[in-house]
């Protein structure tokens, strides 16, 4: 598994939001135009229109769908299998990703997930970002999500699979969301957070200083440190870097604290930065310890 994220990870490397040289230019922005600064879908440069392709990163066995959502927009998503199936595991990964880039530059991610895990993996692409239609705002990620659940509960190959929420930053926020919101339909079989925060307003003043002060105009809230209280069904796993320099370690170890799942496991990688935790030595191992354990041996 090593050689395998050694080569693959590479090629990942992207930035969350602007750098702190224009943070001052862009807190007067902050009301009118946050969603932008929020979601930085056209980061890095072509993103909306190059988006990679599974067999990049020798990915086969695979589908590229367009899901459409209930609001008319249409969402575009990869679908791929284990490729090996004699190691296939009764799991389906539904992986949210951060707010910059698209769905191809996680596919190193997915490649271990599928290759060396044996897990499903649907890698859902928001609205506005890659080749998704639409403008991205917390209201219709919040709808992209559930589309996204949904699509696996309807699909029939994987109807009896155990389906895991897996988020990294501000698709930590999305799947806390979307699982607090389905809980009660037991279908949801564990949850994993990567370097996600309290809340977009607490995020201002790490990410924006000169900002801090125009955090209560934010109308994109997402407030995780409200919700994960909620969420006391489902096992997660708390994946931090403690170099990560966007968001600070302290939001997950707050996340976590308050958290009242009936399992949660704490898993921080000294040396992880926001974009590097998942390149971390035993990120992966930490992933599938978890599932193993509370998963796939839970009756």
């Known amino acids: ?47 909306r229109t ?13 589908e590229e769908l367009m899901i459409p959502t209930p609001d008319g927009e249409s969402l575009s998503a990869f679908f791929i299998r284990p490729s090996n199936k004699q190691y296939a595991r009764d799991i389906t990964i539904l992986m949210f990703h951060g707010n910059a880039g698209n769905i191809g530059y996680r596919l190193p991610i997915a490649k271990i997930l599928e290759s060396e895990l044996g897990y499903n993996v649907l890698m859902l692409q928001y609205r506005g970002y890659g080749l998704s239609t639409g403008t991205p ?4 990620l919040k709808i992209d999500a559930q589309v996204g659940l949904d699509y696996i509960r309807k699909r029939a190959e994987l109807h009896k699979t155990k389906i895991v929420i897996y988020g990294q930053s501000l698709g930590g926020a999305v799947g806390i969301g979307l699982a607090a919101k389905n809980q009660k339909d037991g279908d949801i079989a564990a949850i994993i957070l990567e370097n996600t ?7 201002i003043p790490a990410a924006f200083p000169p900002a801090r002060y125009l955090a209560p105009l ?4 997402w407030p995780s440190e409200q919700i994960i209280p909620q ?9 931090s870097g403690q170099k990560d320099e966007i968001v600070p370690p302290d939001h ?5 604290s308050i ?14 930065t926001h974009n590097d935790t998942v390149a971390e030595p035993g990120y992966f191992y930490a992933i599938d310890d978890f599932l193993r354990n509370h998963v796939l041996r839970k009756k």
Do not use: T
């Open 1 to 47: 598994m090593a050689s395998v994220v050694s080569n693959v990870f590479s090629y990942f490397r992207l930035p969350f939001m602007a750098s702190s040289a224009v943070a001052a230019v862009l807190s007067g922005l902050l009301y009118f135009k946050q969603n932008e600064i929020i979601y930085p879908r056209n980061i890095p440069p072509g993103a």
């Open 197 to 203: 925060f309290l809340s977009i307003k607490k995020m």
């Open 50 to 62: 190059d988006v990679p392709r599974p067999p990049q990163f020798d990915i086969m066995d695979f």
């Open 259 to 272: 958290c009242r799942a009936p399992v949660k496991i704490w898993k921080d990688f000294p040396e992880g």
């Open 218 to 221: 934010c109308h994109q809230i």
């Open 231 to 239: 969420i006391d069904q489902i096992p997660i796993l708390f994946l």
């Open 137 to 140: 705002n917390e209201n219709g």
């Open 252 to 256: 997950m170890r707050k996340l976590y």
